[in-house]
């Protein structure tokens, strides 16, 4: 009995250990949450208009006036949870993009008499699923159409139903578009669906054709041919919109960050030429992240890229980061103070997110720069300044942080410091050796405290270690020299 308790206390505290820590949210300013309420207040009176202008007439209908501006408020406010909860770093910025495309919605709904919900509903998906996933534009969506069939003026439930499939299908594939070339396909195959979905249960009107004109493409509803006309018309300006909107909310599509790590790029080629070493570190760490990253499920698009541009600060002086070193000559060396060297450790990341700024990088790439290193300790001219005085204060020995704050910027922290052992690993070094180093620096960063605000679990960390463990075995498959016959024949 005694055993059978202490393996399910057992069990459990293995479960607990599992499970994800709760990730701390991103605290919004008290103007912005003051800003937020007031348009999800705007939004309620609008979406209940119709009551508004009609006189009173008993006390059912003031009560049925609350309960639908309650209803709307109530799912405004989801629809800000559900964000919150779904990108816990989500700006202020990106929420007022979120309510301020459903109060646009309701805008026009009711500006724009028997305008289609199609063209209304499905080009703000179109974006917010790009720029903030796949489950808030699908939550989006549902909001919006919540309160959207207005029966009693005739809308045809097939048009919505339609409109419903249409956004959760946009909703989906716009979450994995990894190019504008996938993005322009959406753009002219959703409006085709949605066509070819309107004619089936909607049926076709032959004058249509012959009252084709600019004015019916926006107000003739229920004329299928401009309603999927002005559908794909909007969804390809918020394709050429996108870039912009991506600046000024800061969102962070696939297709964005696909762009900033091609290796062509200006910054990346100055990195190559500038600083080999330091480019070489990260093509290594690239492989290392990548794969620990697509092991755990996670953004394998931005740690690639942010991986990329985590060093990037290195530029301000490459010969003084050892990996630039050609191994004779080590200015450290010769400036002999391990408080100045530590400044310079420390500049790799100042100068970084300098950079970043001017080159105008999103800044969950940039998050990158300061994390990887959180506030690990510089070890080497830690112990050279104890050398010379016992009681120096550590913390000018330490980066400034912030510790990492997301699963991708944790793994970039450990392949960061797994990078070195791994590449001075001895070639016939065994699988369980490499484990070893692997566990060995993953533990010191634990309890080191840098994984606390990271959001990964130990399972995770297991998947990471293993992933690392792999990339070890291609690295060290590449290095092996094959035999070289006399005859070599090469088939
Ligand atoms: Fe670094
Ligand atoms: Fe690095």
């Known amino acids: 009995m005694q055993n059978l308790t202490r393996l399910i206390k057992k069990v459990n505290n293995l479960w607990i250990k599992s499970q994800v820590p709760a990730q701390k949210l991103t605290k919004i300013k008290k103007i912005d949450r003051f800003l937020i309420i007031l348009i999800c207040i705007i939004i309620s009176i609008i979406t209940s208009y119709e009551f508004f202008t009609q006189p009173i007439q008993s006390f059912n209908f003031i009560i049925l006036v609350f309960i639908n501006f309650f209803e709307i408020f109530v799912c405004c406010g989801v629809l800000v949870y559900i964000s919150k909860k779904e990108a816990p770093r989500i700006n202020s910025r990106q929420i007022f993009l979120l309510i301020g495309l459903l109060l646009t919605v309701q805008i026009l709904k009711i500006n724009i008499k028997g305008i289609s919900p199609l063209s209304l509903i499905i080009p703000p998906t179109l974006i917010i699923s790009q720029g903030m996933g796949t489950t808030i534009a699908l939550a989006w969506v549902s909001i919006a159409l919540i309160n959207w069939p207005n029966f009693q003026t005739g809308m045809n439930i097939y048009l919505l139903l339609i409109t419903f499939v249409s956004s959760c299908i946009v909703a989906i594939l716009g979450g994995k578009i990894r190019s504008r070339a996938q993005l322009l396909q959406v753009s002219i195959l959703v409006p085709l669906g949605a066509f070819i979905g309107q004619y089936f249960f909607l049926g076709f009107d032959n004058n249509s054709l012959y009252n084709f004109n600019l004015q019916n493409i926006i107000s003739k509803q229920g004329n299928i041919i401009s309603d999927s006309f002005l559908l794909a018309a909007l969804m390809l300006m918020s394709t050429i919109f996108m870039p912009i909107l991506?600046?000024?909310?800061?969102?962070?599509?696939?297709?964005?960050?696909?762009?900033?790590?091609?290796?062509?790029?200006?910054?990346?080629?100055?990195?190559?030429?500038?600083?080999?070493?330091?480019?070489?570190?990260?093509?290594?760490?690239?492989?290392?992240?990548?794969?620990?990253?697509?092991?755990?499920?996670?953004?394998?698009?931005?740690?690639?890229?942010?991986?990329?541009?985590?060093?990037?600060?290195k530029l301000h002086a490459p010969n003084w980061f050892i990996e630039n070193q050609n191994g004779s000559y080590n200015p450290h060396d010769e400036l002999d103070n391990p408080w100045e060297s530590a400044k310079i450790l420390q500049e790799h990341v100042d100068k970084g997110i300098q950079i970043a700024r001017k080159y105008r990088l999103p800044k969950s790439v940039a998050n990158f720069i300061p994390e990887h290193q959180g506030t690990l300790k510089m070890g080497y001219f830690l112990f050279k300044a104890k050398e010379r005085d016992k009681n120096i204060s550590e913390n000018n020995f330490k980066y400034r942080g912030p510790i990492p704050q997301s699963k991708e910027t944790a793994i970039l922290m450990l392949a960061d410091g797994c990078e070195a052992a791994l590449r001075a690993m001895d070639i016939n070094a065994s699988d369980e050796e490499a484990l070893k180093i692997i566990s060995k620096i993953i533990t010191s960063r634990i309890q080191d405290g840098q994984l606390l605000d990271s959001n990964i679990s130990r399972g995770e960390i297991y998947l990471i270690k293993i992933s690392f463990l792999n990339v070890w075995k291609r690295i060290r498959h590449r290095r092996i020299q094959y035999p070289t016959a006399k005859n070599n024949s090469f088939s």
């Open 246 to 313: 991506e600046s000024i909310f800061g969102l962070v599509t696939k297709a964005r960050l696909l762009e900033l790590a091609d290796q062509e790029k200006p910054l990346l080629r100055k990195l190559s030429i500038e600083a080999p070493g330091t480019y070489e570190h990260t093509l290594l760490i690239c492989g290392l992240a990548e794969e620990a990253t697509r092991m755990i499920g996670g953004n394998v698009d931005l740690i690639r890229t942010g991986a990329l541009y985590h060093d990037i600060g």
